[in-house]
């Protein structure tokens, strides 16, 4: 109790918040490393997964290969790049989140486009779309739901290990934690961890409303929404 009753004192004494060291500056940086490696991870992982998917070739080695990175410890390929980049920038952070971020993407994504319905597909195609028509009226409408929840996972992930970030010396909230080890502050520590799986929590929330914001499907019935709503008929289960 005196860890967790010291913890929100440290939380709610302002000058933890403020300066370089304090709670917001920390913040800003835990986010810049997250959103960073999210973005490049999406622009890397996401379209070559839904095009294999979509082709319905070599995603299963795809998947498999991302999948090896998931048994590479995360902290283990910080320190190596961290020696091959040097330390002079925030690269070696950001490319071991990516390759973190990705395996989720991939397998969710890919996954989601082969089992969009295949009747509805083959449907849509007897009506004569194209293969772009398909991809991006049929398909990825249907996947949507898997292929967010690779992202939303991927998103997870990365705030929560981006903490390891500062035990390689760089920045985040990692470093309240770390700082209060040094010190041999408990209330620090517990402070540093509340921080982190709050900011996860309050990740995983605004994607799940994003999810249902986003949706395609949620408009299907909508009169005259999309083309896609027109095949209602069809999609409805």
Excluded: C
Excluded at 13 to 30: F, I, K, M, P
């Amino acid at each position: 109790m005196n860890a967790i009753s010291g913890a929100w004192d440290w939380l709610t004494t302002g000058a933890n918040w403020s300066g370089t060291d304090g709670v917001l500056h920390r913040l800003a940086e835990h986010l810049f490393f997250s959103g960073a490696s999210l973005g490049i991870a999406l622009v890397l992982g996401l379209p070559v997964a839904i095009v294999l998917g979509h082709y319905g070739k070599g995603g299963a080695l795809a998947v498999n290969i991302s999948n090896v990175g998931r048994a590479i410890p995360t902290f283990a390929v910080l320190t190596l790049l961290l020696i091959a980049i040097g330390s002079g920038s925030n690269w070696p952070v950001i490319v071991a989140l990516v390759l973190f971020a990705v395996p989720p993407l991939i397998t969710n994504a890919y996954v989601g486009m082969r089992q969009a319905d295949r009747d509805v597909v083959e449907a849509a195609r007897g009506m004569g779309m194209t293969d772009r028509q398909l991809l991006f009226r049929i398909e990825l409408p249907l996947a949507f739901p898997l292929i967010w929840t690779g992202i939303r996972s991927a998103a997870v992930q990365i705030v929560a290990t981006a903490t390891l970030a500062a035990m390689a010396g760089f920045g985040g909230l990692g470093r309240i934690i770390t700082a209060g080890f040094n010190r041999q502050i408990t209330a620090q520590v517990v402070a540093g961890a509340v921080l982190v799986a709050a900011l996860a929590l309050l990740v995983e929330g605004v994607f799940l409303v994003l999810q249902k914001l986003l949706d395609p499907m949620r408009r299907r019935n909508r009169p005259g929404a999309t083309e896609l709503s027109g095949m209602s008929g069809v999609l409805n289960p």
